[in-house]
Protein backbone atom coordinates (compact mmCIF):
# COMPACT_ATOMS: atom_id res chain seq x y z
CA UNK A 1 0.00 0.00 0.00
CA UNK A 2 1.40 3.37 -1.07
CA UNK A 3 1.03 6.00 1.74
CA UNK A 4 0.93 9.45 -0.22
CA UNK A 5 1.88 12.48 2.34
CA UNK A 6 0.75 16.14 2.01
CA UNK A 7 0.19 18.59 4.63
CA UNK A 8 -3.18 17.31 5.44
CA UNK A 9 -2.24 13.67 6.17
CA UNK A 10 0.71 14.44 7.70
CA UNK A 11 -2.10 16.26 10.34
CA UNK A 12 -4.03 13.43 10.70
CA UNK A 13 -1.44 11.09 11.66
CA UNK A 14 0.07 13.72 14.05
CA UNK A 15 -3.78 13.71 15.69
CA UNK A 16 -3.66 10.28 15.56
CA UNK A 17 -0.14 9.19 17.43
CA UNK A 18 -0.35 12.33 19.61
CA UNK A 19 -3.36 11.18 21.39
CA UNK A 20 -2.24 8.04 22.16
CA UNK A 21 0.92 10.02 23.44
CA UNK A 22 3.23 6.65 24.18
CA UNK A 23 5.85 8.26 26.11
CA UNK A 24 3.51 10.62 27.93
CA UNK A 25 5.31 13.69 26.35
CA UNK A 26 2.52 15.62 24.85
CA UNK A 27 0.26 15.57 28.51
CA UNK A 28 3.55 16.76 29.53
CA UNK A 29 3.36 19.87 27.37
CA UNK A 30 5.73 18.80 24.54
CA UNK A 31 5.13 20.62 20.84
CA UNK A 32 2.59 18.62 19.30
CA UNK A 33 4.65 17.97 16.26
CA UNK A 34 7.38 15.45 19.40
CA UNK A 35 6.90 12.64 17.45
CA UNK A 36 6.78 13.69 14.05
CA UNK A 37 9.84 11.29 13.71
CA UNK A 38 8.45 8.24 15.09
CA UNK A 39 5.48 9.15 12.89
CA UNK A 40 7.87 8.95 9.91
CA UNK A 41 9.02 5.70 10.63
CA UNK A 42 5.62 4.57 11.57
CA UNK A 43 4.04 5.81 8.22
CA UNK A 44 6.90 3.67 6.37
CA UNK A 45 6.40 0.41 8.37
CA UNK A 46 2.21 1.18 7.52
CA UNK A 47 2.72 0.40 4.09
CA UNK A 48 3.80 -2.96 4.49
CA UNK A 49 1.23 -4.15 7.15
CA UNK A 50 -1.51 -6.42 6.26
CA UNK A 51 -3.88 -5.59 9.19
CA UNK A 52 -5.03 -3.99 12.09
CA UNK A 53 -2.87 -5.92 14.59
CA UNK A 54 0.08 -5.60 12.79
CA UNK A 55 0.18 -2.01 12.50
CA UNK A 56 -0.65 -1.67 16.39
CA UNK A 57 2.47 -4.10 17.28
CA UNK A 58 4.78 -1.80 14.31
CA UNK A 59 3.58 1.40 16.38
CA UNK A 60 4.05 -0.24 19.83
CA UNK A 61 8.09 -1.22 18.75
CA UNK A 62 8.88 2.15 16.69
CA UNK A 63 8.05 4.06 20.30
CA UNK A 64 9.67 1.08 22.51
CA UNK A 65 12.94 1.15 20.05
CA UNK A 66 12.71 5.01 20.54
CA UNK A 67 11.60 5.97 24.48
CA UNK A 68 11.86 2.05 26.25
CA UNK A 69 9.94 0.82 28.87
CA UNK A 70 7.96 4.04 29.36
CA UNK A 71 6.11 2.75 26.13
CA UNK A 72 4.92 -0.70 28.00
CA UNK A 73 1.56 0.92 28.39
CA UNK A 74 -1.92 -1.11 27.81
CA UNK A 75 -1.39 -1.95 24.43
CA UNK A 76 -4.91 -1.82 23.54
CA UNK A 77 -3.91 2.48 23.08
CA UNK A 78 -1.43 1.25 20.52
CA UNK A 79 -4.69 -0.69 18.62
CA UNK A 80 -6.93 2.21 18.78
CA UNK A 81 -4.40 4.40 17.39
CA UNK A 82 -4.01 1.78 14.44
CA UNK A 83 -7.39 1.46 14.37
CA UNK A 84 -7.44 4.94 13.43
CA UNK A 85 -4.73 4.71 10.85
CA UNK A 86 -6.53 1.90 9.23
CA UNK A 87 -9.53 3.84 8.54
CA UNK A 88 -7.45 7.11 6.75
CA UNK A 89 -5.67 3.85 4.93
CA UNK A 90 -8.82 2.91 3.69
CA UNK A 91 -9.94 5.77 2.97
CA UNK A 92 -6.45 7.70 1.65
CA UNK A 93 -6.74 3.84 -0.61
CA UNK A 94 -10.07 4.48 -2.00
CA UNK A 95 -9.28 8.13 -2.92
CA UNK A 96 -6.85 6.86 -5.35
CA UNK A 97 -8.49 4.01 -6.53
CA UNK A 98 -6.50 0.97 -8.35
Not at 1 to 11: F, G, P
Not at 74 to 87: G, I, L
Amino acid sequence: MQIYMDSTNQENWRKIINRCDPAGLIAMGAPRGEYDMEIAEVIEAAQSCKSIDDLASAIHQIFFDTFGDITHDDFEKYRRSAEEAWTLLKKEDNATGP
